[in-house]
């Protein structure tokens, strides 16, 4: 069975520190994760996805397949980065359907 | 920028009713996805459309929750008859092919009385 768990339900850092977000997955198969996040009144966004390998606002996130982790990771966390951030993982088959975490609350303080 | 349409945005219905959701997908888009979202939790997909066949419905309760997709473009979500556990967020997601990410609607938030 595909699973995916979140840790932390509430992240709070200050602008400009560090941040990482956990998530750790079970999956059998080859696993495809992203991050989505949703801004205050805003709907539900792609932020980033394991296979492209790219840094989307200054976050970016490795696949360890060993520790079976996608941790999302940004070096200076800025204000306009508070949101609720879902890990998510592929099912691996043509249709994508997608299991999520239940999501961490960021808060960056000024 | 296209995106994913969905209506109602609220719905407020009492238990034992009936109630029904409706969603647009951008245009072009195969794969039409609805989920629901309990309140702290993260989404979970209820039930797969590839243009108007169902693909995957197993976490859909099929006693009282019903989906077409009829002409495989716009579709439909109904719950009948509502209970308490059902009040969530109902989110419609598309994706045109498996290269692709889900582009998600705004959803329907359903408080059941």
């Known amino acids: 069975a595909q699973r995916v768990t979140q840790p932390e339900k509430l992240l709070s850092v200050f602008k400009g520190a560090p941040v990482e977000l956990k998530c750790n997955y079970s999956?059998?198969?080859?696993?495809?994760l992203f991050w989505y996040v949703q801004y205050s009144r805003q709907r539900l966004q792609l932020l980033l996805r394991?296979?492209s390998r790219e840094s989307i606002k200054g976050f970016t996130a490795d696949l360890n397949k060993g520790e079976t982790s996608f941790h999302l990771k940004k070096p200076f966390a800025q204000e306009e980065d508070s949101a609720m951030y879902y890990c998510?993982?592929?099912?691996?088959?043509?249709?994508?359907?997608?299991?999520f975490g239940q999501g961490t609350i960021l808060t960056v303080h000024p | 920028e296209a995106e994913v349409a969905q209506s109602p945005r609220y719905k407020i219905t009492e238990k034992s009713q009936a109630v029904a959701f409706w969603c647009d997908p951008i245009?072009?888009?195969?794969?039409l996805y609805w989920y629901r979202q309990i309140l702290g939790q993260g989404p979970e997909l209820l039930v797969q459309?590839?243009?108007?066949?169902?693909?995957?419905d197993s976490q859909l309760p099929k006693d009282r929750f019903s989906a077409e997709r009829l002409k495989g473009v716009d579709s439909t979500l109904k719950i009948q008859p509502a209970e308490l556990g059902d009040s969530a967020m109902y989110l419609c997601?598309?994706?045109?092919?498996?290269?692709?990410?889900?582009?998600f609607g705004p959803g329907t938030r359903l408080l059941v009385l």
């Open positions: 245009s072009g888009h195969a794969t």
């Open positions: 394991h296979i």
């Open positions: 997601a598309s994706r045109r092919d498996n290269r692709e990410t889900q582009y």
């Open positions: 999956y059998s198969g080859s696993p495809e």
């Open positions: 459309f590839q243009d108007e066949s169902v693909v995957d």
């Open positions: 998510a993982l592929g099912s691996g088959t043509s249709y994508g359907k997608l299991t």
